[in-house]
């Protein structure tokens, strides 16, 4: 953190206290987070999360994720967000009880 202005964003931190599940024919998106920080609020959709997340496994901050989570949030939310071989692994006890 070099800079005030990145201090600032970064302590400027969100938290949930409070959630619900509300139907939005116009948000573009299947789920979308409305969140407030200490000073204003704004939404945040599930695709912007699964990115920080598959971020956060691809640089080793998480551990990998099973590919058939993978593949069924590719194909719940018809996503192509990242290269699945960075992010899971495959997990045969899944696979075999087909």
């Not at 201090?7 to 998106?29: G, L, Q, S, Y």
């Not at 960075?86 to 009880?97: L, Q, R, S, V």
Request: hydrophobic share 35%; proline share 3%.
């Amino acid at each position: 953190m070099d800079t005030s202005e990145t201090k600032e964003i970064f302590f400027n931190r969100v938290e949930v206290e409070k959630a619900e599940h509300i139907n939005c024919d116009n948000c573009f998106e299947p789920v979308v987070f409305m969140l407030k920080d200490k000073e204003h609020g704004f939404s945040i959709g599930l695709e912007t999360i699964l990115k920080c997340l598959f971020f956060a496994v691809e640089k080793g901050d998480l551990p990998k994720l099973p590919s058939s989570w993978l593949k069924q949030v590719h194909q719940y939310y018809r996503t192509t967000l990242a290269n699945e071989e960075d992010i899971c692994y495959y997990d045969y006890e899944y696979y075999n009880k087909k």
